[in-house]
């Protein structure tokens, strides 16, 4: 219904252009959780489930890197991240170690109250630098969590190929 769609572009509009890793956190948050459940719970499928999740969330780390160090092409210049829908801006770019954030307001009438121009200047390093080293650290995390994951799953098998005989 148009009344359920309009609530959705309202909590779009309202996490701005924060809502894809928002929601991609959100998913990793639920399938670690259901990964730690399969493991108590001694059930496969959940941490199956885990695996191929870490796989996908690795991919998308190794991607964030190549983006951020411009390879292969890419630009973090580019609204790719936002599939073109608004300007990509990082949160480290304004909020790094070091970093002094000024808000500039427009002078001009007739432009919105809420727009502004930021100039961020004394950053320790780089935003860029910093989103890759999050994402490094992502993708250690998971491969930790993946590698530990393959383990569980074999001992489950093994456990319940020792109960058949």
Known sequence: SPESCGRCLQIFDFLGFQWAPILGNFLQIIIVILGLFGTIQFRPRYIVVYTVWTALWVTWNVFIICF?????GLSKETDLMTFNISMHRSWWREHGPGCIRRVVRPSAPGILDDYSYVSVT????????????????QILLSLIGFVYACYVISVFMEEEDSCKY
Do not use: K, M, P, T
Request: hydrophobic fraction near 50%; charge should be negative; glycine fraction near 10%.
């Open 122 to 137: 004394g950053c320790i390093i780089d935003f860029q630098y910093l989103e890759v080293i999050h994402s490094a650290i």
């Open 68 to 72: 951020y160090l411009e390879v292969g």
